[in-house]
């Protein structure tokens, strides 16, 4: 017998999970109105796109442009426009993005095709790690499955080490590192409902440029649309997914998520901003890597089960949906997991219950042998009311998480094509 890689099942299984972001969204899905995503589609080149559309995307970078210089300050480019955009590299500069990344064409083993007992690969790369296969031009994907596989794709290195590219116009990091994964961290999180102390001792905390990806990979999707690249169209679709259900995930929606007296011990410890960074980086990153890596665990296992778990039916919410613009609906899904922030995270806490996450020298996603599954199973045994409350305020995120990718697709079927002047998108 031969799994999908082709190798024989006699051999030790491999590991095998799929991206929070894939499942979340193939979820989410599943209780979407609209019958588009049944459809299958082929795959087609990114130049094949830009071959169609360069005139077309001419306006909409320019728009695209003029809000980073709002945030980033005034860059001479954002007048003159952009030049031609025929190759992978003008695209990838033209959207202020990594030129150094590369535009993967895969689809994922879906859960249905895995054996149930695979067992379970903590890695959480993009391709080719994981469950990736790549896909051939003209072969045909089905569009929830193209939707699903790419809504993981800005967490594949196109948000990284963008501030050491002047001519981006992003202007000072606010927060994160200046490479690496965590250099994409503005782009990934918005901190809309921190406590005004906290804003006003760190105003950087403010800057985000989340909402703004958000809404030029609309424009783009509405641009590929129009030029019949619906490949693109989708995969741009899948890009703004990501951004949005990030947004609802307690460690991207507060930038702290500890009790007042406990931030300003810290702060009084080390007034200095730069310093007060240094000493707290690695302890939030703990958490954050931590909560993340916990909520990934629970997840695969429970697909890998058939399980019907509390995270399946939050996500699906009976297919409820947000209306109304983006603004609105980024404010009133991230303020979910604001609020929700700081009682995960002390539950995160008792969890894992290892002095290590308050390190400022220690780092937990550098440490591959991080017995998690073993804490998990543990606290699970010992203590289920706590792992049950965790689970329970996850859902909740998650049910955020399911609206506002529900919320992209029907939007993409009915609204955006052009950038108006207010800088939303009309059609
Ligand atoms: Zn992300």
């Not at 689809?107 to 896909?135: F, N, V, W």
């Not at 569009?143 to 002047?166: C, H, K, N, T, Y």
Request: glycine share 6%; net charge neutral.
């Amino acid at each position: 017998m031969t799994d999908l890689n082709g190798k024989n099942r006699e051999a030790p299984v491999q590991g095998l999970s799929w991206s929070t972001h894939y499942l979340l969204t193939r979820i989410a899905l599943q209780t979407c109105s609209d019958s588009s995503l049944d459809n299958a589609i082929p795959v087609t080149p990114l130049e094949d796109f830009l071959s169609r559309s360069h005139n077309a995307l001419r306006d909409p970078i320019r728009w695209y442009w003029g809000l980073l210089e709002r945030k980033g300050g005034p860059t001479a480019s954002v007048h003159a426009g952009p030049g031609a955009i025929t190759t992978q590299q003008d695209f990838l500069t033209a959207l202020r993005l990594n030129p150094e990344v590369s535009i993967p064409y895969v689809r994922c083993i879906t859960p249905e095709e895995a054996p149930p007992d695979a067992p379970y690969d903590p890695s959480r790369s993009g391709p080719p790690h994981g469950s990736y296969q790549e896909t051939a031009e003209g072969e045909a994907v089905k569009v929830s499955e193209i939707v699903s596989v790419f809504s993981d794709e800005p967490d594949w290195g196109m948000d990284q080490d963008l501030f050491r590219a002047e001519s981006y116009g992003y202007g000072p990091i606010p927060f994160g590192t200046p490479t690496g994964h965590s250099s994409q961290a503005c782009f990934h999180m918005a901190f809309l409902h921190e406590p005004p102390l906290l804003t006003a001792v760190l105003p950087r905390l403010k800057k985000s440029f989340l909402e703004e990806r958000v809404r030029v990979f609309l424009a783009l999707a509405g641009v590929a649309f129009d030029e019949r690249a619906d490949y693109w169209g989708w995969r741009f679709t899948a890009w703004a997914i990501h951004y949005l259900q990030d947004v609802t995930q307690p460690y991207h929606a507060r930038a702290l998520p500890f009790p007042l007296w406990r931030i300003l011990l810290r702060l009084l410890a080390h007034p200095v901003p730069k310093r007060f960074a240094e000493k707290n980086g690695n302890v939030l990153m703990n958490r954050h890597y931590l909560f993340e890596a916990l909520v990934h665990l629970i997840f695969n296992t429970a697909v890998k089960r058939r399980d019907d778990h509390a995270f399946m039916t939050a996500l699906k919410m009976a297919g409820e949906s947000y209306r109304g613009p983006l603004a609105a609906v980024i404010d009133r899904a991230s303020a979910i997991a604001a609020t929700r922030a700081l009682r995960v995270n002390a539950l995160l806490e008792l969890i894992l219950n290892d002095p290590r996450i308050n390190r400022s020298d220690y780092v937990a996603s550098n440490d591959p042998s991080y017995p998690l599954a073993e804490k998990l199973a543990q606290v699970s045994a010992d203590q289920p009311a706590m792992v049950r409350e965790f689970v329970e305020l996850v859902a909740e995120c998650l049910a955020q998480a399911g609206m506002v990718s529900r919320y992209v697709v029907e939007r993409t079927g009915t609204a955006p094509r052009r950038p108006d002047s207010k800088g939303l998108s009309t059609r």
